[in-house]
């Protein structure tokens, strides 16, 4: 997607588990990253109580369940080959989706903890309109973020839902990821729940859920 050449890493020899109305048939795309020590079968079984008629679901697998080594906070050559390896694994599902015709502006992505950081890192690293963004416990990887990130979103709808006292998300990042995609013109909806642990509630299931149907109009 960024026009790079494509990297062979410890994620590009994994499944990509496919679910919801098969591709060939599909109107959109999600693609799926799960979290540290889950599965790909996992992040589907959670992208099936979103889904509706004429979505695709789409989840790689990481290498030992794992995208990166580190916390997402650690200097970004600390998490390498694995961040560059799993933003590969993004890059060859969203072409899986347009090689059945779905272009990339009717297909989101939703990732929950560090899966949530790897698609937010994603987005904000390959600019261009995506049908949505769901960032459930994740934000943008580094220790320290950059000032800018080039490009532009282009009006993508993003959402970005954490706990405000996440064991492993600071606060802090959940705003500076929305501040960082908003400047790169997404529309961003944030939204911080008092004392709830790392999970996904019914709240931000509701929210994909209506990202979903906007995406199938």
Not at 5 to 11: L, N
Not at 140 to 150: A, H, K, N, S, V
């Amino acid at each position: 997607m960024s026009g790079a050449d494509p990297i062979d890493g410890p994620h590009q020899d994994q499944p990509l588990v496919t679910d919801g109305t098969p591709l060939p048939e599909a109107e959109a795309a999600m693609i799926l990253t799960h979290g540290r020590g889950a599965t790909a079968r996992s992040i589907v079984q959670m992208g099936s109580e979103v889904h509706q008629e004429g979505l695709a679901l789409l989840a790689p697998q990481a290498a030992r369940n794992t995208w990166y080594p580190n916390s997402f906070l650690a200097p970004v050559e600390r998490n390498e080959p694995g961040r560059s390896s799993g933003l590969q694994a993004i890059t060859d599902a969203i072409d899986e989706a347009a090689a059945a015709g779905i272009p990339t502006d009717r297909t989101m992505l939703v990732g929950f903890s560090q899966g949530g950081c790897l698609a937010s890192e994603y987005v904000a690293r390959n600019p261009q309109r995506y049908g949505g963004l769901a960032a459930l416990s994740g934000g943008l990887i580094g220790e320290d973020l950059d000032d800018t990130y080039p490009g532009d979103l282009e009006g993508t709808p993003v959402f970005l839902g954490c706990s405000d006292v996440d064991p492993h998300i600071p606060e802090t990042r959940v705003h500076d990821t929305a501040d960082a995609l908003e400047a790169m013109n997404a529309d961003v909806t944030k939204r911080l729940y008092e004392g709830m642990g790392h999970g996904v509630n019914e709240d931000e299931l509701e929210v994909v859920g209506e990202m979903v149907a906007d995406l199938l109009e």
